[in-house]
């Protein structure tokens, strides 16, 4: 689903809907990075099918982020990009 934002500083909170379609995810990765034709930077796995994380200590920049959601038949295609920047 569509990946909502909120930064406050330098902690960034992101929440997202899970997939309307397929198997219920049972944890969800999210990938982010400056652009991801360039590569993905960072790649953090949930814990659990919870649908917000939040960040804290987020360097100053303009980072292009995606979710996937996870289960046993493997990982899931990413959502839409979200831009998110961290003044």
């Known amino acids: ?13 992101l929440t997202w809907a899970p997939p ?3 198997s219920a ?3 969800y990765v999210i ?10 930077l960072v790649r953090v796995t949930t814990a659990d099918a919870g649908t917000t994380a939040e960040f804290t200590a987020v360097p100053s920049g303009a980072y292009a982020v995606r979710v996937r959601g996870e289960n046993a038949l493997g990982i899931g295609l990413p959502s839409p990009e979200a831009r998110v920047v961290v003044p």
């Open 20 to 22: 309307d379609r397929g």
């Open 31 to 40: 990938e982010a990075g400056g652009s991801f034709r360039e590569g993905t």
């Open 25 to 27: 995810a049972v944890r």
């Open 1 to 13: 689903g569509t990946i909502r934002p909120e930064i406050q500083g330098h902690t960034v909170r």
